[in-house]
């Protein structure tokens, strides 16, 4: 079973960047595919991009797109979300996800969560 450990959230001004980690405990990295959910106070969680288990394939929400882009190092069993161009709307809880098909965008049944961090952007 695929374990993540998030690292990187906090506060930054609107306008500045931030990076996200996940990193996976698991033998098999290349055979989960990884994505980003966020969760405003008081919202439901939303699919922010997801990334295919090679790393060829990304897909991202419109409201981050081309602010943000996903990646991955297999060698590393790390995923990064890297976010530029924050807005004070881009604050929330942001988790990472794995799953061995395709990161369904409704976050829904996926096989592991991180356990989340809050980054807070600043007007």
């Known amino acids: 079973q695929v374990q993540l450990v998030e690292s990187g959230g906090g506060l930054v001004q609107a306008g500045g960047s931030l990076r996200r980690s996940c990193a996976a405990s698991?033998?098999?990295?290349?055979?989960?595919?990884m994505g980003w959910f966020r969760q405003a106070q008081g919202k439901a969680r939303d699919f922010v991009a997801r990334?295919?288990?090679?790393?060829?394939?990304?897909y991202y929400a419109d409201s981050v797109k081309g602010r943000f882009t996903i990646s991955r190092d297999n060698d590393k069993n790390t995923s990064y979300l890297q976010m530029n161009s924050l807005k004070p709307e881009d604050t929330a809880v942001y988790y990472c996800?794995?799953?061995?098909?395709?990161?369904?965008?409704?976050?829904?049944?996926?096989?592991?969560w991180g356990q989340g961090t809050l980054v807070t952007v600043s007007s």
């Open positions: 996800a794995a799953d061995r098909r395709l990161i369904r965008t409704t976050g829904e049944t996926l096989d592991a």
């Open positions: 698991v033998r098999t990295f290349s055979s989960y595919a």
């Open positions: 990334i295919s288990w090679g790393g060829t394939s990304t």
